[in-house]
């Protein structure tokens, strides 16, 4: 009796061990996690001082291009925040570019050209229009750390054009959208006579050659920008963000 009891457990375990390697084999292999510096590996680099005297203008702008890419297509980069704050924080900031932009909540930066901290320098204004303080950043920015591309950033849409187009009144406004009806006198007719907020193609021509107009005024109103940009050794350039794509199209 115990013989036969014997053989029959051995049985039992031969079959169950049969039946644990088959199931094991139907199991996909699990490959083993990457090691956190190859996982990092495309995570984008930290401007530092020596990143940034190596980057030209025109490698500058071809980096925002393709950041703005990555922004419509929604294939942003993952950024370790933390150590982005860390990094510039104790060895101090080197950005790559200045953006004069809008206070337009819809065009923030950093977001539509996929960058990160201490990457960009931005100054916000309604109307993207410039000024005595404006320049004085600029040139800061430029002369002393080093950045080499400004970019004047406009939109579609825009809230202070359309205030300029209807020479709208209203307290210090006034006098900061009386700096965008050059450009409001400029702009032809467009898609019919009305020259009002109510045109939207219209605002976008104004928006647009106010843009310009802003370029203009940095090179005419700053020697020391002037001067670098005739140098080379800075560029200055004008863009037009699409609100409803989050496309940019530089100039």
Do not use: W
Request: a positive charge; one cysteine or more.
């Amino acid at each position: 009796m115990n013989k036969l009891y014997t053989a029959s457990v051995g049985k039992l375990s031969v079959l169950a061990l049969a039946l644990a390697l088959s199931a094991c084999a139907q199991q996909p292999v699990k490959q083993a996690a990457a090691p956190a510096a190859a996982q990092s590996a495309s995570a984008p680099l930290i401007m530092t001082k020596e990143r940034q005297q190596k980057i030209t203008a025109d490698q500058a702008l071809q980096m925002l291009k393709e950041g703005n890419a990555r922004f419509v297509s929604d294939q942003t980069h993952d950024r370790d925040h933390p150590a982005h704050v860390k990094t510039t924080g104790k060895g101090g900031q080197y950005p790559l570019a200045s953006i004069v932009n809008c206070i337009d909540s819809r065009t923030p930066p950093s977001l539509v050209f996929d960058k990160g901290i201490g990457d960009l320098f931005v100054a916000s204004v309604a109307g993207n229009i410039i000024n005595p303080d404006i320049l004085g950043s600029l040139e800061y920015a430029s002369k002393v750390a080093g950045t080499k591309l400004i970019v004047v950033l406009g939109h579609t849409h825009c809230g202070a054009v359309k205030g300029a187009c209807d020479n709208v009144a209203l307290g210090n406004l006034t006098q900061l959208l009386a700096k965008i009806r050059p450009a409001v006198d400029a702009t032809p007719n467009t898609h019919g006579s009305d020259r009002s907020s109510k045109n939207h193609h219209f605002v976008d021509a104004v928006a647009h050659n106010n843009v310009h107009l802003t370029v203009k005024d940095i090179m005419d109103k700053s020697a020391v920008l002037r001067e670098m940009a005739q140098k080379g050794e800075i560029k200055i350039v004008g863009a037009m963000l699409d609100v409803e794509t989050g496309k940019v199209h530089f100039e």
